[in-house]
């Protein structure tokens, strides 16, 4: 079975804190893609990061940075010195590499407040 | 700047009517694309999938007479919500994906349509 698990529904932070937020995902194969996005009041979903399987360095990109870990079929999400515009959902999804179409895998979404 | 246009963005109308909703790639050609329903506070759920020149596939429990899909060309997906009624109020959002660069390449979506139902 394919499935995304946000634990954390929701985490408020006070700005300039750092936040991490938690995506545990299950999958069979052995080649698949993972990633984040982020939901912001307005609707719209903007895509962050992402990430291959076959690829477990972690990287950083100004505030954000992720944690890729297999062993713990992890991909954890950190922005740094958060922000009051960071206040929206972030979803993190799989695509899984069997997949022809490129379907998604959504998980619940995290909503992430940071207050001034 | 967008890649994935989505048209129109909100919708207020009467029970019975039907909605069309359009979806773009704009600086790409898109085989594929999905269309998605969601629910306040709740995650995305995928409708179905739009395949340019077939018929689309739909997820289990889609009804597929209620909510139309026409992929006519390389850039263009519709959803038509037929004879809409208050239960079928929601947020609607599509997305698209490059297929050139690889299989690595992310989804890009639309700014989503708010359908309201009267």
């Known amino acids: 079975a394919q499935k995304v698990t946000q634990a954390q529904t929701e985490i408020s932070v006070v700005e300039k804190e750092d936040v991490t937020l938690d995506c545990v995902y299950e999958t069979r194969d052995t080649t698949y893609y993972l990633f984040w996005y982020k939901q912001p009041p307005s609707g719209e979903l903007v895509f962050l990061i992402r990430r291959n399987s076959f690829d477990e360095q972690n990287e950083i990109s100004g505030r954000y940075s992720w944690n890729f870990q297999k062993s713990t079929s992890s991909f954890n999400f950190t922005i740094t010195a958060s922000q009051v515009v960071d206040s929206a959902v972030y979803f993190c999804?799989?695509?899984?590499?069997?997949?022809?179409?490129?379907?998604?895998?959504f998980g619940q979404g995290t909503t992430l407040q940071v207050k001034p | 700047g967008a890649v994935v246009s989505q048209h129109p963005s909100r919708v207020i109308c009467k029970s019975g009517t039907s909605v069309k909703i359009e979806c773009r790639s704009l600086d790409f050609q898109a085989t594929t694309m999905f269309w998605y329903r969601q629910f306040p506070k709740q995650s995305l759920m995928l409708m179905a999938t739009?395949?340019?020149?077939?018929?689309?596939?739909?997820e289990q429990g889609v009804e597929k007479d209620k909510f139309l899909i026409n992929h006519a060309s390389l850039t263009l997906s519709t959803l038509t919500v037929t004879s809409a009624h208050p239960e079928d109020s929601s947020f609607y959002i599509c997305?698209?994906?490059?297929?050139?660069?690889?299989?690595?390449?992310?989804?890009?979506f639309g700014d989503g349509t708010r359908l309201s139902i009267l």
């Open positions: 999804a799989l695509r899984m590499g069997s997949s022809n179409t490129g379907k998604l895998i």
């Open positions: 997305s698209a994906r490059n297929p050139v660069g690889g299989a690595n390449q992310p989804q890009h």
């Open positions: 739009s395949n340019e020149g077939s018929k689309a596939t739909y």
